[in-house]
T-cell receptor, first 118, second 116 residues
Framework: AQTVTQSQPEMSVQEAETVTLSCTYD???????LFWYKQPPSRQMILVIR??????QNATENRFSVNFQKAAKSFSLKISDSQLGDTAMYFC???????????????FGKGTLLTVNP | DTGVSQNPRHKITKRGQNVTFRCDPI?????LYWYRQTLGQGPEFLTY????????KSRLLSDRFSAERPKGSFSTLEIQRTEQGDSAMYLC??????????????FGQGTRLTVV
């Protein structure tokens, strides 16, 4: 079974600054995907960024980028130029991609509550 | 289509009562998932449908829980004889499911269940 660990229950950052959220995972799978999802207060969870494990290049989406260290099983999220709207719970998640069939369910960490202060 | 819709948004019930939640996925999404999120935890997988077929159930899904997806469209999650430990946010998610791995799940806003 896979496990996802987020060791920072809460973090805060000043508006316009950069913050990094940590995530580690454990798996014996060779093919998988990693994700960061954002859950704003009282709103639905949305995908922030995803990384295919077979790709060495770190994914980037505008102000969001990841540092994927496959050997270390580490997958951190960097948010640059933080905005007030980035305030949310952030979940790191794992999805296996087994050949021969997979239901593509997500395994989530416990989340990091990020507060962006004006 | 405005996304995944879940009803009701909130439900308060007395212990021992039965409750049913509904999820309407994004049109033409073949895969549908139910997750449960308790306070301070990330969502945990409950069950998965590919069209109308329920293909996997988590051990978290006791025999008091049942889920259906008739005709492969909307889904219902029923909890019988509710217990206080069932209090949680129940999330539904859908994805296209057109062969290749779906690398984005679309979530609803959830149904918050409180058992008193």
């Amino acid at each position: 079974a896979q496990t996802v660990t987020q060791s920072q229950p809460e973090m805060s950052v000043q508006e316009a600054e950069t913050v990094t959220l940590s995530c580690t995972y454990d798996t014996s799978e060779s093919n998988y995907y990693l994700f960061w999802y954002k859950q704003p207060p009282s709103r639905q969870m949305i995908l922030v960024i995803r990384q295919e494990a077979y790709k060495q290049q770190n994914a980037t989406e505008n102000r969001f980028s990841v540092n994927f260290q496959k050997a270390a099983k580490s997958f951190s999220l960097k948010i640059s130029d933080s905005q007030l709207g980035d305030t949310a719970m952030y979940f790191c998640a794992f999805m296996s991609d087994r050949s021969g069939g997979s239901n593509y369910k997500l395994t989530f960490g416990k989340g990091t509550l990020l507060t962006v202060n004006p | 289509d405005t996304g995944v819709s879940q009803n009701p948004r909130h439900k308060i019930t007395k212990r021992g009562q039965n409750v049913t939640f509904r999820c309407d996925p994004i049109s033409e999404h073949n895969r549908l998932y139910w997750y449960r999120q308790t306070l301070g935890q990330g969502p945990e997988f409950l069950t998965y449908f590919q069209n109308e077929a329920q293909l996997e159930k988590s051990r978290l899904l006791s025999d008091r829980f049942s889920a259906e997806r008739p005709k492969g469209s909307f889904s219902t999650l029923e909890i019988q004889r509710t217990e206080q430990g069932d209090s949680a946010m129940y999330l539904c998610a859908s994805s296209p499911g057109q062969g290749a791995p779906d690398t984005e799940a679309f979530f609803g806003q959830g149904t918050r269940l409180t058992v008193v």
